[in-house]
C-alpha cells in the first residue's frame, strides 16, 4: 500500500513589524552627549521585549519645539531627553532613571576670555548675586537661578547667548559639566572661557520623556533602563563618556555653590544611589 503524502509543514508566522520610535535630530555641538543618550535608548529598547525601530526627524529641533510637538495630539515626536520639572512630569510620561546620573546639575559657567578671573572672590550666593547669569527662557535651569536670588538674563534663542555673553550683556553662562566644552569648542570665535574657580551644584534629572499617547513605550523603555541599571551596563556607558570630566575640570579643587531646586519632582528617585554620580569630597 502506497505511503500516504505527510502533510506540508506549517509556514512560520512573520515576525511582527517594528513598531517606529521618533526622536529630534539635535544641533551639532551636542553630538557626543546625544551620541550616549541615543545609545542608551538603543539598549533599552531591545531589553525590553518588544521591537522597536528608531527612526530621528530630517530637520534639527530645539527644546521647545520638541517639547510643543510631544505634547500635540498629532503624530510626531515619541521621545525626547530634558531635565525634569513638575510641568514636564505633567504633560508628559516621564522614564525617571537620570540618563546622565545628575551631572545636569553640576554646572561650569562660561565667562568672556577678558574676564577669565571674574568668579574669583565669589565665595558665597550673596556674591554670585551680584552678577548675572544668561539662560534660556525656557529652561527649568532659569527658574532654579531665581529661586535661589541669582539675576538672569533670557533669550529665546540658544547660539544668541553666546554672542550676549561675548558683547557683555550678562556676566556668567551656567552649563553642565557634559555640555560646556562641546559648546566652547562650538562658539570658539566668541573668545570665551571656563571659569577655573566655580562649581555650582543642586539636585536634578535628565530623563527620557514619552508622549502622552505612548505609555507602552513609557513603561518599555522604564523595564529596559531598570534592567541596564540592575547588569551594570548603565554605570559603564555613563563612565565611559563622562568619567573624565571631574579630573579633567579639576572638580575637587573648585569652590562649591550649592542651589536648592524648587523644580525637582517629589517623584525623584534621589535614594537609588546607582542612579546617581557619586559627589567627591568637595570642599
Known sequence: MAARPSAAAPLAAAPPEPTTVVYPRHLPQQDRQVDYFISLLHAALQRSGTRYALIQTQS????????????SSD???????????PQREKSLLPVRVPLDRGLI?????????????????????????????????????TAVLR?????????????????????????????????IDSELASFADQQLVIDPYLLLHY????????RPGRPRLAADLTRGMNALVADGTFER????????????HRIDQ??????????????????????WWPLPGLR
Open 237 to 248: 556607558l555613563s563612565r565611559q563618556i563622562f568619567g573624565d570630566l571631574l579630573q579633567r
Open 203 to 210: 539636585p536634578a534629572a535628565l530623563y527620557m520623556f514619552v
Open 60 to 71: 534639527e529641533m530645539v527644546q521647545s519645539r520638541a517639547l510643543l510637538e510631544m505634547a
Open 254 to 275: 573648585r569652590r562649591v555653590l550649592q542651589l536648592r531646586n524648587p523644580l525637582l519632582p517629589a517623584q525623584t528617585p534621589l535614594d537609588r544611589k546607582a542612579l
Open 105 to 141: 546639575g553640576w554646572r561650569l559657567c562660561l565667562t568672556r576670555a577678558a574676564d577669565r578671573d571674574r568668579l574669583r572672590d565669589v565665595k558665597d550666593l550673596k556674591d554670585l548675586a551680584r552678577l548675572t547669569a544668561g539662560q534660556m527662557h525656557d529652561w527649568p535651569d
Open 75 to 85: 503624530p510626531g515626536i515619541d521621545v525626547f531627553w530634558t531635565m525634569t520639572d
Open 147 to 179: 529661586a535661589n536670588g541669582l539675576p538672569v538674563q533670557v533669550s529665546t534663542h540658544y547660539q544668541g547667548l553666546f554672542q550676549m555673553l561675548s558683547a557683555g550683556r550678562f556676566d556668567y553662562f551656567p552649563r553642565s559639566i557634559f555640555e
